[in-house]
């Protein structure tokens, strides 16, 4: 079946300290992918996405990811994490052959930040 | 402001008792979409509508309902609610189909007793 991984349900980091939060997902063609954050008590906001192009994508508050297509990844990083980088973040993909837009989620992982 | 609004933020009620939960966009999408958020389960999604008066059913569309009669409004509606439905609620929206990037809502945390 197809399906979105995002193995750390938690994930820890000291503020200043570089992120890479991993997305892998199961479908035999390149689908769009997306990584979306959700502050505590909002909705999730759109972070970056990947059609094509330049595998390293860059997005909105110093995140970029990079689509690894021999690894099916979409990892999320960041070189420098800062408080208000603590929610939750959702990777998200949409196969191509889908023509009705169906977004597939990752179970999402939770960025706590210490002091 | 471009938005989606959803309301009510906050709702408990009992089991059985019909409710509607609104969901409105200022921005003219095309796409609409009602997600459920679970711990551990991510979103998962209830319905969604490709635009007026078409609607589809997602991945858990039992013990709902959803209509599309104006472009911008998009209500989700709990016939007869049950605890199982106690959830947070998320409306979505989109230009339209692949490649435009979702709108949320602020969510509606529903607690059915």
């Known amino acids: 079946a197809q399906s979105v991984t995002q193995p750390d349900i938690h994930i820890t980091v000291s503020e200043g300290a570089s992120l890479e939060l991993r997305c892998n997902y199961s479908?035999?063609?390149?689908?769009?992918l997306f990584w979306y954050v959700q502050s505590p008590g909002q909705g999730l906001q759109l972070l970056l996405k990947?059609?094509?192009?330049d595998t390293l994508v860059q997005g909105i508050k110093g995140f970029e990811a990079e689509f690894k297509r021999s690894q099916s990844s979409f990892n999320l990083r960041k070189p420098s994490v800062h408080w208000s980088d603590a929610a939750e973040y959702f990777c998200?993909?949409?196969?191509?052959?889908?023509?009705?837009?169906?977004?597939?989620w990752g179970a999402g992982t939770k960025l706590i930040i210490k002091p | 402001e471009a938005q989606v609004t959803q309301n009510p933020r906050y709702l408990i009620t009992v089991t059985g008792k019909k409710l509607t939960v609104t969901c409105s966009q200022n921005?003219?999408?095309?796409?609409m979409s009602w997600y459920r958020q679970d711990p551990g389960l991510g979103l998962r999604q209830i319905y969604y509508?490709?635009?007026?008066?078409?609607?589809d059913k997602g991945d858990v569309p039992e013990g709902y309902k959803v209509s599309r009669k104006e472009k911008r409004n998009f209500p989700l509606i709990l016939e007869s609610p049950s605890p199982n439905q106690t959830s947070l609620y998320f409306c979505?929206?989109?230009?339209?189909?692949?490649?435009?990037?979702?709108?949320f809502g602020n969510g509606t945390r529903l607690t059915v007793t």
């Open positions: 479908y035999g063609a390149t689908p769009y």
């Open positions: 979505a929206s989109s230009l339209s189909r692949q490649g435009s990037s979702l709108h």
């Open positions: 509508s490709m635009n007026v008066e078409v609607t």
């Open positions: 998200a993909v949409v196969p191509r052959v889908d023509s009705n837009y169906q977004l597939i």
């Open positions: 921005m003219n999408h095309e796409y």
């Open positions: 990947y059609f094509s192009g």
